[in-house]
């Protein structure tokens, strides 16, 4: 049964490692939903939160495959109901009239998020949240009219130690 999995690996904090992570996953035809990299607490090492889609031999099959690249130090796949992910999005949104824009600063602050810049017409709303209450809130501004917007993409830890599958 297809879904959406969430993979954390810990790799080398170097050139060239994200290319070769990204090439194995191109290779075998495996497209990636979402992508962050950043730096730990070790300067030498990075945590890559790859989300794709699939079954869950596929997951197995990329997990294995992750774990032979040399700069690879860890990978965990996490169980959603054991993580903590979130991703962020800025979106811009337009009004011409003073009750759109008050309709939309309404919507805001409903869902908890923020507004982050503001012209005469226009703003830029900041949302972290997960995935699926990120799209269900730009539905719900696409009639007022979202000029465009930018999404950084997963990022995720487990709750608690163990809250990760080995594949």
Avoid at 6 to 24: C, D, F, H, W, Y
């Amino acid at each position: 049964m297809e879904r959406t999995w969430i993979i954390s690996t810990l790799v080398e904090n170097k050139p060239g490692v994200l290319q070769r992570v990204a090439s194995m996953f191109r290779s075998r035809w495996i497209n990636i939903e979402s992508l962050t990299v950043g730096p730990i607490q070790s300067p030498d090492l990075s945590r890559m939160t790859v989300v794709i889609k699939g079954d869950e031999k596929k997951v197995r099959r990329v997990a294995k495959h992750l774990r032979k690249l040399i700069d690879v130090i860890e990978v965990k796949v996490l169980e959603e109901q054991q993580t903590v992910f979130n991703e962020l999005a800025l979106l811009k949104v337009s009004y011409r009239e003073p009750e759109v824009r008050s309709d939309i600063l309404n919507l805001v602050n409903i869902f908890g998020y923020r507004i982050v810049h503001a012209d005469f017409d226009s703003m830029i709303v900041e949302l972290v949240d997960t995935p699926d209450k990120i799209e269900s809130f730009m539905k719900l501004l696409e009639p007022y009219g979202i000029i465009e917007f930018a999404r950084t993409g997963v990022t995720a830890l487990p709750k608690v130690r163990d809250g990760y599958e080995v594949y």
